[in-house]
C-alpha cells in the first residue's frame, strides 16, 4: 500500500472530520473552512484518495511554530507515516527560516513526538468547555 505526502493541499471538511472521528476526536467539519486559513502550513497523507494522516502548523513565520493537530487514521499506525507528516511539516516552514517547533501532547503520546526528535518538557494549556 502507497501512502502520498502532499503539502499544503487542503482536504475536504468532510475528509478530515471523518479523519478525526476514526481516533476518537470530534469532527468539527463546520469549523476547517476557517481554520484553513489560519495554518502556515498543513501536510496530509493520502492512500490513493482517501485521507489517511494530517499535521497542521501554526506559526509566526519568523521563528516559532506551533503543531495544532497530528493524526494518523488507526488502521495506518506503526507505518512510519505520522513522522513522515511531521518531518514534512518541519521542512517546510524551516525552509521558510522557522527554527523552534512546539508540541503538546498527552503524556501517552511522548514516546512518539520523541521518536520525531522532540524534547519534551513542561507546559500548560486551558481548554475551554465546547459547547
Known sequence: MSVEIRVDQRPSPAALGALRASVGWEPRTENWPRAFDAYACTVAA?????????????????????????????????????????????????????????????????????????????GGYIELAQS
Open 46 to 122: 493520502y492512500d490513493a484518495e482517501r485521507l489517511v494522516g494530517w499535521v497542521s502548523l501554526l506559526s509566526d513565520s519568523v521563528h516559532h511554530a506551533f503543531f495544532a493537530d497530528v493524526l494518523v487514521h488507526p488502521e495506518y499506525h506503526r507505518r512510519g507515516i505520522g513522522r513522515d507528516l511531521v518531518r514534512r511539516a518541519v521542512d517546510t516552514l524551516a525552509a521558510c527560516g522557522v527554527s523552534l517547533f512546539h508540541v503538546d501532547c498527552a503524556e501517552e503520546n511522548t514516546a512518539f513526538y520523541q521518536a520525531c526528535g522532540f524534547r519534551i518538557g513542561r
